[in-house]
């Protein structure tokens, strides 16, 4: 029986793996770790590939979203408030306290797992300084009301894009919305190093200035320094890959949506799976395969019994994270939310995928569900 990994790193190096190899060879042979060619080349190509605009390069997508909050919104008050979806990954929260801002939590939309705008209205208080919708799944959140709310209350704005390089919202980009839009490059993003790296994509060339200091000991010469700052830097060997990455990405976001739309057809009106819903609206860069079913935990585990690599994204929403405490919510404060990390299931998805392996995983999955 042979295997079907939630993602195939191993696939995407085969296929090009003479490029690949090529441009670490040419850093190797630069010696060129920290900044250098490939690391200053990358900056503008992905600003480019973002719709024209600045790039700031980091170190990991949560450094993008901690720094975007701190240059955003300056030194931490101690009261001031970030809105963002409890249905995210950790670091989306994360990145809001090491800022210095305390994170609250709002429910998603229980069909699309996006984050409800009309849940971000509720949430404002005096104290609220910024909001922070999260593109998950690759899908864009409803853009056009988040920045009219933020518009209204005179909030910033910064998208966590970890998940959605290439998604649109109403042919609007991450960033061409919000202040700035936050990019991972964890190996299994869309745009994945063969490492850690991010990037904040922003309009504003000043805000990207600062940000790349910030990541860089607030240098601004060598040993002169008129900030606080961290180390926070892409290697030049990652900037390199993300290059050769860069040139195949709208050929990859595509055989995503191809992935997905075998899936669609073959689940079309299976009425035990219901598929995360997309919208008219929205460029989807299927960065994940979600669907809701009853009985999760029995079915992703005889998923994993026939090799199948299906997973949870995510399990515990930030809300009732122990890590999160402090901040008193229940666990029924946010009832969609838990009722949706309860019945979540994502199935593999990667560009290299076959046909038949989405016609295998399909095939395994209505078996589980209603045996
Ligand atoms: C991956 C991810 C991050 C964090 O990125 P790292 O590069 O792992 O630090 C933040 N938010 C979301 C939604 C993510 O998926």
Not at 32 to 39: A, I, L, N, R
Request: aromatic share 8%; hydrophobic share 40%; charged share 25%.
């Amino acid at each position: 029986m042979s295997k079907i990994p939630l993602v195939d790193l191993q696939a995407q190096y085969q296929a090009h793996k003479q490029e690949f190899d090529a441009a670490i060879a040419g850093c190797l042979a630069r010696a060129s770790f920290v900044g250098g060619p490939d690391h200053e080349a990358f900056a503008g190509e992905f600003a480019e590939w973002c719709g024209g605009g600045h790039v700031a390069l980091v170190g990991n997508g949560t450094d993008a979203l901690t720094l975007a909050l701190k240059e955003i919104l300056g030194p931490s008050d101690g009261v001031g408030e970030v809105i963002t979806a409890s249905h995210t990954f950790i670091a989306t929260g994360g990145a809001i306290s090491a800022a210095g801002y305390r994170p609250v939590f709002v429910e998603v939309d229980a069909e699309t797992c996006l984050m409800d705008p009309d849940a971000v209205e509720a949430a404002i208080r005096p104290n609220t300084r910024a909001i922070l919708p999260v593109h998950l799944y690759g899908e864009m959140a409803e853009m056009d009301k988040v920045m009219a709310i933020a518009r209204h209350h005179g909030l910033k704005v910064i998208e966590d894009a970890a998940q959605a390089h290439g998604a649109k919202w109403q042919g609007k980009g991450p960033g061409h919305w919000g202040d700035a839009a936050c990019f991972s490059f964890y190996p299994g993003k869309n745009l994945g190093a063969w490492g850690d790296g991010g990037a904040v994509f922003t309009r504003d060339a000043d805000l990207a200035g600062r940000i790349s200091r910030h990541a860089d000991h607030g240098r601004e010469d060598k040993y002169l320094h008129q900030v606080e700052g961290v180390n926070s830097r892409l290697d030049g060997i990652q900037a390199a890959v993300l290059r050769v990455k860069l040139r195949h990405l709208d050929a990859w976001n595509e055989a995503r949506r191809q992935v997905a739309a075998w899936y669609d057809e073959l689940l079309e009106g299976k009425e035990a799976v219901e598929r995360v819903k997309t919208r008219e609206d929205a460029v989807h860069v299927r960065h994940l395969y979600v669907i809701q079913i009853e009985r999760r935990d029995e079915v992703l585990k005889a998923l994993q019994d026939q090799g199948i690599g299906a997973g949870i994204h995510y399990p515990v929403p930030l809300h009732e994270q122990p890590v999160f405490s402090h901040l008193g919510y229940g666990s029924d404060d946010l009832p969609i939310t838990s009722a949706a990390a309860r019945r979540i299931l994502s199935l593999p998805l990667f560009p290299e995928m076959s046909q038949a392996q989405v016609e295998r995983v399909a095939e395994t999955l209505l078996a589980a569900v209603s045996s």
